[in-house]
């Protein structure tokens, strides 16, 4: 099976494609982890990629097509995987489309969460408190100042991959402000049909 899961940030994207890993085996790749490690090990892209994202804006395209085709060959991935965070631009929409095709295997469907802008800073505050409270590092992207910027770059330049997949057929809508578990139910009978 083959996902990806859109929506802005702090919709739930993170969460639900947890849960998918746990159902279905199957990979999350999440290009916003994959970055934050890079930076965390301080490679080449990390450096490059650092301070981009402490702004709040999108990482070139070029890098994170080039993680994701690199990461999508790995034998983990072979029975499928949940891009999170990825495609985020039409750029990468064109550049999954052409990886997905090199490697003669197709998206199954692109599900989008639906959320109440004016509860995403709420859910942005909280996840930073709860990484504190855990003692868990927390993100320096994770501030109300930030988010505006995430949520500014979400509506310029990922917002029109609705209509992308719309066109294609493959775009699946689900209400991300309902409860976790119904989100979860509910993308569950998005898949059951969409992958027969
Ligand atoms: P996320 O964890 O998905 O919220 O991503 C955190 C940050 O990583 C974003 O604000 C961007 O700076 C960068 N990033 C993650 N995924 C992408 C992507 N697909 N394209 C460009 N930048 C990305």
Same mark, same amino acid.
């Not at 999108?58 to 072979?78: F, G, K, T, W, Y």
């Given at each position: 099976m083959r996902l990806i899961l859109l929506g802005p940030p702090g919709a739930g994207k993170g969460t @639900? *494609? @947890?849960?998918?890993?746990?159902?279905h085996g199957i990979p999350q790749l999440s290009t916003g982890d994959m970055l934050r490690a890079a930076v965390q090990a301080g490679t080449e +892209?990390? &450096?490059? *990629?650092? *301070?981009?994202?402490?702004?709040?804006?999108l990482v070139s395209d070029a890098i994170v097509n080039a993680i994701v085709a690199e990461r999508i060959d @790995? $034998?983990?991935?072979?029975?499928? %995987?949940?891009?999170?965070?990825y495609p985020r631009t039409l750029v990468q929409a064109d550049a999954v489309e052409a990886m997905l095709a090199e490697r003669g295997i197709a998206l199954d469907t692109v599900i989008e969460l639906v959320v109440d802008d004016k509860a995403l +800073?709420?859910?942005?505050?909280?996840?930073?408190?709860?990484?504190?409270?855990?003692? @868990? $590092? +927390?993100? &320096? !992207? !994770?501030?109300?100042?930030? %988010?505006?910027?995430?949520?500014?770059? #979400?509506?310029?330049?990922?917002?029109?991959?609705?209509? #992308?997949?719309?066109?294609?057929?493959?775009?699946?809508? +689900?209400?991300?402000?309902?409860?976790? !578990?119904a989100v979860t139910a509910e993308i569950g009978k998005v898949l059951a049909a969409a992958v027969k």
């Amino acid at each position: 099976m083959r996902l990806i899961l859109l929506g802005p940030p702090g919709a739930g994207k993170g969460t @639900q *494609a @947890q849960r998918l890993v746990e159902k279905h085996g199957i990979p999350q790749l999440s290009t916003g982890d994959m970055l934050r490690a890079a930076v965390q090990a301080g490679t080449e +892209v990390g &450096k490059r *990629a650092k *301070a981009v994202m402490d702004a709040g804006e999108l990482v070139s395209d070029a890098i994170v097509n080039a993680i994701v085709a690199e990461r999508i060959d @790995q $034998p983990d991935c072979a029975k499928g %995987f949940i891009l999170d965070g990825y495609p985020r631009t039409l750029v990468q929409a064109d550049a999954v489309e052409a990886m997905l095709a090199e490697r003669g295997i197709a998206l199954d469907t692109v599900i989008e969460l639906v959320v109440d802008d004016k509860a995403l +800073v709420g859910r942005i505050v909280k996840r930073a408190e709860d990484a504190k409270a855990a003692g @868990q $590092p +927390v993100r &320096k !992207d !994770d501030n109300p100042e930030v %988010f505006e910027e995430r949520l500014r770059e #979400y509506y310029k330049k990922t917002a029109p991959l609705t209509g #992308y997949y719309y066109a294609k057929g493959k775009l699946k809508t +689900v209400d991300g402000m309902a409860s976790i !578990d119904a989100v979860t139910a509910e993308i569950g009978k998005v898949l059951a049909a969409a992958v027969k």
